[in-house]
């Protein structure tokens, strides 16, 4: 090993809380980080002291993760400060811990004869949304007929989720609840029927050898419940188990986590409850503020400076935060020892056109330069449209962060399942798909036909396929040639002698499905077809990248991408606009957070089924999020109020966010209503009431602060030179004039992106055996990402043509296929 962290090193590295947590390496520790604290930074180092110093394999260090990037990072930075290779195959979220936990058993003869004999095998598919409700729809329309309708699918859905993601606690003993439990409990008929889609739902997915997100955890749990050897290795080998983001836990999580650590409880775990906003998916707030119980006597740790916000925006989201009710242990003084910086901006608004007006303005004053650093926020979805408009009207780019990610398009979810097909051929779903797409007249009724047939238990959707195709009726000759594809498929990949991207390019060819694309559409078929070359691309890095890649890593590694997994290119120049849950984890210089409006953020869901202590844990985890939103911004925090909104197919009016009354007077700067006489398409003899002057919160703000507000006061000099009464609207710039045609809008401008090529540019010949190769076992060559390396084999002809080569940067050993690699020969 190369280098090693000590003790010295974390102590010159890290500040002395950062410290104390990664020097303390035995014993259950809870590491309370505040936002911005640097807790990636302190179990970075806590990880490299413990391989470093104390010797621990990296096999023997469960370290989870809330995203799969996180993981990648992670990882890199450790291998980084010990400047060596150092692979952690159990790092990684709690659902791609669990799939290589369930591939590791299911291939167990003893782990089948416990499970009953017919469970799972190892090559089980992972069904996505879509194909969840696919079925569920399937199921319901079985029984409901015309009557089922998306939005029964989506509660039927959402109570099956939670099914799977709440445990039940009998006699203190864990109790999953699979669908005899969910029966057993129901007590009405509401309850009843849900379980009874439940247990169907449940046994169409094994019939399918599937399973799905909610499956990964909640099987691994049973599976290990009920296989007590398996557990017990599992606890022998986790000698070191760390787990970031404690506050988005579980109860499902929790009770893996609590079979996973062994007798010494060398646990580290890292959060923060005022930070916990997913309770709507079934995050137990409970389980961070009780685990200094649960594994007591515990170390905890305060990380409590904020590294990443001025002064002022720590102080006002903190003084937000603390109306919350907090345990005393989980109490926290974050602060900033970063500038004062400017106050937290509280703008108020005539209403949502306005604001989205006003907003998009400030952004273009702030100059293009900023635009990657700036970010928009909103509490919900359906606020995006008018703020999108605004940047539109001024010429402004924007993305849109949560929307359609590249692997959920139609066009590479249909390719995808072709491939799933190849690795399942129980995988229903994908069958379902892709049997007539594109067109092959396959009519609905054949299907049923199929389907029939398979829930008489006569054999696979795959098996009855084949049956029908081989069979006499009218419709085997449409069958046969879908059946024979797929199965020159699957001899391609029994042969061994096909690598992943050209088998999805031989599968692109076979179907015509470019031609399909641009038949259904030829204005969009361009953009299509460059994201399935992009496609291509990407399992052409995966092959390379993963020496031993098989098709079914490859599925996998795509089905377990997150929507927090996306990425925000700060090279495309554009405004960022989320909402506030998709925000966690990221920064901005400057952000905006539109709408905060009692009733909008705030946004509570009144119901006469929650008792009183339900709606404050409500109305507590909003609070918690406004937190999230204030706490990403670096230097600069707009708040926003609109006296009325669009809201619910009405135009509605509100009072402002009981948050920003919270907000500490001293950091705070307040911009009376802006926008009257009518702006925004409202007559100005309206009947909705007006604020003339400043609330009674902001004025108390403003006398505190020493600050005047009239109406003819200005924003100040960050603001772009904007006047509280009227304003102008600002020309665009000539920079930004003379370079729009660059710019990528969206509606109401639509400009196509150039199509770029699926894969580098580079040498396209491709040598057979009966030419003379330049690539031979011995040559040198040098890739344009791993570097100089050494050829060691070379095999297969034609697109299959591909190399072996050990590269010299980590001495790992990579398949090349030559139809893509632009390898120079360098001796």
């Not at 969009?524 to 994201?531: F, G, K, M, V, Y």
């Amino acid at each position: 090993m190369a280098s090693v962290v000590d003790a010295s090193v974390l102590d010159r590295e890290l500040n002395p809380e950062q410290a104390a947590a990664a020097k303390k390496i035995d014993g259950p520790m809870l590491i309370l980080a505040g936002a911005g604290s640097g807790k990636t930074r302190a179990i970075t180092y806590k990880i490299a002291h413990l391989v470093s110093q104390y010797q621990v394999e990296p096999k023997n260090i469960l370290a989870v993760t809330f995203t799969n990037k996180a993981a990648r990072e992670m990882t890199a930075r450790i291998q980084k400060l010990l400047d060596c290779n150092m692979h952690f195959p159990w790092m990684g979220t709690f659902h791609s811990v669990c799939l290589r936990l369930l591939k590791k058993s299911l291939v167990l003869e003893s782990v089948t004869r416990a499970m009953g004999g017919s469970w799972y095998d190892a090559n089980f598919s992972i069904y996505d949304d879509d194909d969840q409700k696919r079925l569920l729809k399937q199921i319901l329309k079985e029984e409901l007929g015309d009557d089922c309708d998306a939005a029964e699918i989506k509660r039927v859905h959402g109570a099956i989720s939670r099914y799977k993601n709440t445990v039940l606690y009998e006699h203190g003993s864990a109790v999953l609840q699979t669908p005899e439990v969910a029966m057993g409990r129901a007590e009405f008929a509401d309850d009843e029927r849900r379980a009874r889609y439940y247990a169907e739902y449940q046994k169409r997915l094994r019939e399918s050898n599937a399973m799905d997100f909610d499956d990964l955890l909640f099987n691994t749990v049973l599976l290990l419940q009920k296989v007590p050897s398996i557990t017990n290795q599992l606890k022998q080998l986790f000698t070191y188990v760390v787990v970031d983001e404690y506050q988005d836990t579980n109860d499902v999580q929790y009770e893996l986590l609590k079979l996973l650590i062994n007798e010494d409880k060398n646990v580290t775990v890292v959060g923060d409850d005022d930070q916990s906003i997913y309770g709507w998916r079934g995050a137990n707030i409970k389980i961070i503020r009780n685990f200094h119980r649960d594994f007591a006597p515990v170390t905890i740790v305060k990380l409590e400076r904020n590294y990443r916000s001025t002064s002022n925006i720590v102080k006002g989201a903190g003084s937000v935060i603390a109306h919350n009710v907090r345990p005393l242990e989980m109490e926290k003084k974050v602060f900033s020892k970063e500038e004062a910086g400017d106050p937290i901006r509280v703008r108020h608004m005539e209403d949502d056109r306005t604001e989205a007006q006003q907003i998009a303005e400030f952004v273009l004053a702030a100059g293009a330069d900023n635009y990657s650093k700036t970010a928009i926020f909103y509490r919900t979805n359906a606020q995006s449209r008018v703020l999108e408009k605004a940047l539109n009207d001024l010429r402004i780019p924007s993305v849109i962060f949560g929307g359609t990610r590249f692997w959920d398009r139609k066009e590479i979810k249909d390719i995808l399942a072709y491939l799933r097909l190849l690795a399942n051929e129980k995988d229903d779903a994908a069958h379902l798909r892709v049997i007539n797409t594109p067109s092959r007249a396959i009519g609905k009724t054949t299907v049923e036909t199929v389907l029939a047939r398979v829930r008489n238990g006569e054999g696979t959707f795959w098996q009855m396929l084949v049956a029908e195709a081989n069979g006499t009726g009218r419709t085997a000759p449409k069958l046969k040639g879908f059946t024979d594809l797929v199965q020159s498929w699957k001899d391609l990949i029994a042969a061994g002698e096909t690598p992943l991207p050209i088998l999805a390019e031989r599968i692109i060819a076979d179907t015509g499905y470019k031609e399909f694309l641009r038949k259904e559409d030829e204005l969009t078929a361009d953009e299509r077809i460059a994201n399935i070359d992009e496609m291509v691309n990407a399992i052409r890095e995966f092959d390379e990248e993963h020496p031993d890649a098989t098709l079914d890593s490859f599925i996998q590694d795509i089905s377990l991408l997150t929507d927090a997994d996306k990425k925000v290119d700060d090279s495309k120049g554009a405004v960022t606009l989320m909402t506030i849950h998709m925000a966690k984890g990221l920064e901005f210089n400057t952000v905006h957070i539109a709408g905060c409006d009692e009733g909008i953020f705030p946004l509570i869901r009144e119901s006469s089924m929650l008792t009183p202590s339900e709606s404050r844990e409500q109305l507590e985890e909003e609070r918690r999020l406004f937190y999230v939103g204030c706490t990403r911004a670096e230097k600069k925090l707009y708040l926003y109020h609109t006296e009325r909104r669009f809201f619910q197919g009405t135009i509605r009016p509100f009072a402002p966010s009981r948050f920003l009354k919270e907000l500490d007077p001293s950091v705070v700067e307040f911009t009376p209503c802006i926008g009257g006489g009518g702006l925004g398409g409202f007559p100005s003899g309206n009947s909705f009431p007006r604020y003339n002057k400043a609330p009674d919160f902001v004025r108390k703000a403003n006398a505190s602060a020493g600050r005047s507000f009239s109406g003819g006061s200005s924003f100040g000099s960050s603001s772009g030179g904007f006047s509280h009464g009227t304003y102008s609207k600002p020309s665009i710039p000539a920079s930004i004039r003379k370079n729009d045609q660059r710019i990528v809008y969206r509606n109401p401008i639509k400009v196509a992106p150039p199509v770029k090529p699926a894969v580098p540019s580079g040498p396209r010949v491709v040598y057979d055996e009966y030419s003379e190769n330049p690539y031979h076992p011995g040559a040198r060559v040098r890739h344009s990402k791993y570097g100089i390396g050494t050829i060691v084999k070379c095999y297969g002809t034609g697109d299959n043509a591909r190399v072996d080569v050990r590269f010299g940067n980590d001495n790992t050993v990579r398949t090349i296929i030559l139809k893509y690699a632009a390898l120079q020969i360098v001796g």
